[in-house]
């Protein structure tokens, strides 16, 4: 709890230099400094990504990521976190993925929710997704998995209502999750490993 107190205020500390600077400085240049900033300071604290493995650069407000990361999700989150930062305008993702993972997207909700929030939802949707490829009996699937606050809305196709019962669970059961909006449709033709 301590440490996460002393990240928030280190994140607050730095977001009001930088809005300062960024304030007082306006070219594109300085823009790009501040959006490369911010990226590189988010990818440090979330436990997800190595921000050492990921290189951020800004041109014109377009976001190029370059480097490795561990699975599909990571890649993903690195980019989603990007398209969420204020002032950028589109993301060139080209981190390579070091070790395999099925292949998976998340999704921005596209409402009004602060940069944190956006992250805080990302972060839960790409440990939702973990836990549904980690498991044998739902990773299959063709689950999309979409988190607003703490709400995690679940749909797709699954074969049975165990398997889709099992998706909610592993959804429950992750991080700070409160609720699960089971939309998932039972089809008996879609199989699963």
């Given at each position: 709890?301590?440490k996460?107190?002393?990240i928030?205020?280190?994140?607050?500390t730095?977001s009001?230099?930088a809005?300062?600077?960024?304030?007082?400085?306006?070219?594109?240049?300085?823009?790009?400094?501040?959006?490369?900033?911010?990226?590189e300071?988010?990818?440090?604290?979330n436990?997800?990504?190595?921000?050492?493995?990921?290189?951020?650069?800004?041109?014109?407000?377009?976001?190029?990521?370059?480097?490795?990361?561990?699975?599909?999700?990571?890649?993903?989150?690195?980019?989603?976190?990007?398209?969420?930062?204020?002032?950028?305008?589109?993301v060139?993702?080209d981190?390579?993925?070091?070790?395999?993972?099925s292949?998976?997207?998340?999704?921005?909700?596209?409402s009004?929710?602060?940069?944190?929030?956006?992250?805080?939802d990302?972060?839960?949707t790409?440990?939702?997704?973990?836990?549904?490829?980690?498991?044998?009996?739902v990773?299959g699937?063709k689950i999309?998995?979409?988190?607003?606050?703490?709400?995690?809305?679940?749909?797709?196709?699954v074969?049975s209502?165990?398997?889709?019962?099992?998706?909610?669970?592993?959804?429950?059961?992750?991080?700070?999750v409160?609720s699960?909006?089971?939309q998932?449709?039972?089809?008996?033709?879609?199989g699963?490993?």
């Amino acid at each position: 709890m301590r440490k996460q107190l002393s990240i928030c205020a280190l994140l607050a500390t730095m977001s009001l230099v930088a809005s300062q600077a960024f304030a007082a400085d306006s070219s594109q240049p300085a823009k790009d400094a501040f959006i490369t900033g911010k990226l590189e300071a988010t990818y440090t604290f979330n436990r997800h990504l190595s921000a050492s493995a990921i290189h951020t650069e800004t041109t014109n407000g377009v976001v190029h990521l370059t480097g490795t990361v561990d699975s599909d999700i990571d890649r993903d989150l690195a980019g989603q976190i990007a398209k969420g930062a204020q002032g950028v305008t589109s993301v060139k993702n080209d981190l390579v993925v070091k070790s395999g993972s099925s292949q998976a997207s998340t999704k921005s909700s596209g409402s009004g929710e602060t940069f944190g929030q956006y992250v805080d939802d990302a972060t839960t949707t790409a440990m939702v997704k973990s836990k549904l490829l980690a498991d044998p009996n739902v990773k299959g699937l063709k689950i999309s998995v979409e988190t607003t606050g703490d709400v995690v809305t679940l749909t797709g196709k699954v074969g049975s209502a165990e398997q889709k019962q099992l998706a909610e669970k592993l959804a429950k059961n992750t991080g700070d999750v409160k609720s699960v909006k089971n939309q998932l449709v039972i089809d008996k033709s879609v199989g699963g490993s």
